[in-house]
């Protein structure tokens, strides 16, 4: 299916595991971005992606580890999970800039994850 | 870094009722977006509203970019429209967005 999707929806793991987090678009967009929606946080930016290979972090960065092998993938790895992390997480992509609508941000349908 | 702040923070509405929902923005921006997260979890773009109004239904929002601040509007509110509504806009180079912390809106039958 075209658009962005997310892998998997729901993931319930234990404190110090590794879970790796998916996320597929399908529109050739250059940049791709890793959100988690927290209660009274709104929605904070943790990595973000302009390129394959171009990584850099965002707001919330600790505890997270990304890889752009792929434009079209951008998975994110929790290395050893807390509970801190349990969160809903949101993939999104846009277009490269210049191109008129570049600041608008397509969101996946979200993971939501539980550290027990 | 620039400011996002939303009001109010919770909301509670009678199906069929109107409301407004506001976000107001602390630095120039030349774009602004509104999203819902319905129910079921999911982020639906709703408005992409750099300035002027936009109508999509029963939804309309108004952005006034020269006095920082955005509307949303809801008019004849169903139960499906609860869930968070959020603004955001951009910040620095890569379209990277600044989310404001919400309003929750609940809508009762």
């Known amino acids: 299916d075209a658009g962005i999707t997310q892998s998997p929806r729901y993931k319930i793991t234990e404190t110090g595991r590794q879970v790796t987090l998916m996320c597929h678009q399908t529109w050739s967009h250059s940049y791709m971005f890793w959100y988690r929606q927290d209660l009274g946080h709104g929605l904070r930016l943790i990595y973000y992606s302009a390129a394959a290979d171009i990584t850099d972090k965002g707001e919330v960065p600790d505890g997270y580890v990304v890889s752009r092998s792929k434009t079209e993938n951008f998975p994110l790895t929790l290395e050893s999970a807390t509970r801190s992390q349990t969160s809903v997480y949101f993939c999104?992509?846009?277009?490269?800039?210049?191109?008129?609508?570049?600041?608008?941000?397509?969101f996946g349908p979200g993971t939501r994850l539980t550290v027990l | 870094g620039i400011q996002v702040e939303q009001s109010p923070p919770d909301l509670i509405l009678q199906e069929g009722a109107n409301s407004t929902l506001r976000c107001n923005f602390s630095d120039s921006v030349n774009n602004l977006q509104w999203f819902h997260r319905n129910p079921w979890g999911q982020l639906i773009n709703l408005f992409y509203?750099?300035?002027g109004t936009k109508q999509n239904g029963r939804l309309s929002a108004t952005t006034v970019a020269t006095e920082r601040y955005s509307l949303l509007y809801i008019s004849s509110s169903q139960t499906t429209d609860s869930g968070v509504y959020f603004c955001?806009?951009?910040?620095?180079?890569?379209?990277?967005?600044?989310f404001g912390a919400g309003t929750r809106l609940a809508v009762h039958p």
């Open positions: 999104a992509s846009s277009e490269a800039p210049f191109s008129g609508r570049a600041d608008t941000q397509y």
């Open positions: 955001a806009v951009p910040s620095g180079g890569y379209n990277k967005l600044i």
């Open positions: 509203i750099p300035s």
